[in-house]
């Protein structure tokens, strides 16, 4: 099956330390990488949608300079999260979807990142 | 509109119990119905789908039921087992590729 990588697991750091977070899709080329936050006991919350070779589409709220998000090849997108503070402590989960088919096709997610800024 | 609103939050059932976790939704532009099982500190994981030209889908234990003129589905888990003790959050795919996720139910299955 479909299977992304994401890395690292987990990070703690000091508060103004920015971090990279990277997503892999292992097995098949993904054009569309999908970001989500997600905090303990809730649903996860879309940050942004990644698309090869362009820029990526921030939703309503979320700070494209605070979190960048490069995704230079098929297989490969990262979220940058610059000058981290601790508000900015969560776990943060990558998706890239199957290539075929179109926008109804299933996203395959990574295991996360816990990000902790202290 | 752009909402799935899940039921129940949390469900306790015992070893070889279905439970029965539901979702609705009100944008008919929704065309693919995922439903995603969390373990803690893991990322979700696709577990069996539906499109809403069909009113039911089995795989093993799991099964979707389909009601596309109420604009609900529901997810069964047949013989529930210990294992199965997770988060469920069902979801819809928006004509934009977006994935709308539910609030999640949190599952316990007690030996």
């Known amino acids: 099956g479909a299977v992304v990588s994401q890395h690292p697991s987990r990070v703690i750091c000091k508060s103004g330390t920015s971090v990279k977070i990277e997503c892999r899709s292992l097995?098949?080329?993904?054009?569309?990488m999908f970001w989500y936050r997600q905090f303990p006991k809730q649903s996860l919350m879309l940050m942004a949608t990644?698309?090869?070779?362009?820029?990526?589409?921030?939703e309503q709220g979320v700070e494209k300079d605070k979190f960048l998000i490069n995704h230079a090849s098929l297989t490969l997108s990262t979220l940058t999260v610059t000058s981290a503070h601790p508000e900015d402590s969560s776990f943060y989960i990558c998706?890239?979807?199957?290539?075929?088919?179109?926008?109804?096709?299933?996203?395959?997610f990574g295991d996360g990142t816990r990000l902790s800024i202290l | 509109q752009q909402q799935v609103k899940q039921s129940p939050q949390s469900l306790i059932v015992q070893k070889g119990g279905i439970p029965i976790i539901n979702c609705a939704y009100e944008n008919t532009a929704f065309d693919y119905f995922p439903w995603y099982q969390q373990f803690p500190g893991k990322g979700p994981a696709l577990l069996i789908a539906i499109r809403p030209d069909v009113s039911e889908k089995k795989e093993g234990r799991f099964t979707i039921s389909f009601n596309k003129s109420a604009k609900q589905f529901s997810l069964h888990i047949m013989d529930s087992q210990p294992g199965d003790s997770a988060t469920y959050f069902c979801a819809a795919i928006s004509n934009t590729g977006k994935l709308i996720f539910g609030q999640g139910t949190t599952l316990q299955v007690k030996p």
């Open positions: 097995d098949f080329q993904a054009t569309t």
């Open positions: 990644s698309n090869e070779g362009s820029k990526a589409t921030y």
């Open positions: 998706s890239a979807r199957e290539p075929t088919g179109g926008v109804g096709q299933p996203q395959h």
